[in-house]
T-cell receptor, first 115, second 111 residues
């Protein structure tokens, strides 16, 4: 199994500021993923974080707005930059599902409210 | 365009009955399909994964079917309990373990 923790669990921020969310996994994984869930919406993949290379962003998401770091195989950060109220969401970290496993793991999420 | 559709109306069901949820998709060819439970303000909790070559998968009171011809998955909760009240999400894997989610379908189990 993989245990995923995220920090902070929640935050309230002012518009125009930035917040960095941390994701820690208790085992080494190849890929880590960042999702967001805006109020009343489905989860949407922001990017895939690979160790040793730049993150791969999905359509509609850019590095300037959501810079990602992946310094090692157990840790990643997502920064939400120059925040606006539209960035108020739950941000979730997940890890790649080993093909031998039939379980997908998500972190508990970071609830962000931007005023 | 690609779509994953789940019923937007909440399913109200009497305790003890079977709840059945539908997930339809277009313009995807997923090798895997997953179902999750989500409670308000919380992250999704993985329930079941079914592969494209599997017709049916069971886990305790849960059953999932996957019809790649109809592009549809059905999710069943048998002998439903009030504790099963939650939103259930369907998710498709599309390359390198990336997931595309439906909006979810709320289930309310009435005692």
């Amino acid at each position: 199994s993989a245990v995923i923790s995220q920090k902070p669990s929640r935050d309230i921020c002012q518009r125009g500021t930035s917040l960095t969310i941390q994701c820690q996994v208790d085992s080494q994984v190849t890929m880590m993923f960042w999702y967001r869930q805006q109020p009343g919406q489905s989860l949407t993949l922001i990017a895939t974080a690979n160790q040793g290379s730049e993150a791969t962003y999905e359509s509609g998401f850019v590095i300037d707005k959501f810079p990602i770091s992946r310094p090692n195989l157990t840790f990643s950060t997502l920064t939400v930059s120059n925040m606006s109220p539209e960035d108020s969401s739950i941000y979730l970290c997940s890890v790649d599902r080993d093909r031998g496993r039939e379980t997908q793991y998500f972190g508990p999420g970071t609830r962000l409210l931007v005023l | 365009s690609q779509k994953i559709e789940q019923n937007s109306e909440a399913l109200n069901i009497q305790e003890g009955k079977t709840a059945t949820l539908t997930c339809n998709y277009t313009n995807y060819s997923p090798a895997y399909l997953q179902w999750y439970r989500q409670d308000p303000g919380r992250g999704p909790v993985f329930l079941l994964l079914i592969r494209e070559n599997e017709k049916e998968k069971r886990k305790e009171r849960l059953k999932v079917t996957f019809d790649t011809t109809l592009k549809q998955s059905l999710f069943h909760i048998t002998a439903s309990q009030p504790a099963d009240s939650a939103t259930y999400l369907c998710a498709l894997e599309y390359g390198n373990n990336r997931l595309a989610f439906g909006k979810g379908n709320q289930v309310v189990v009435i005692p």
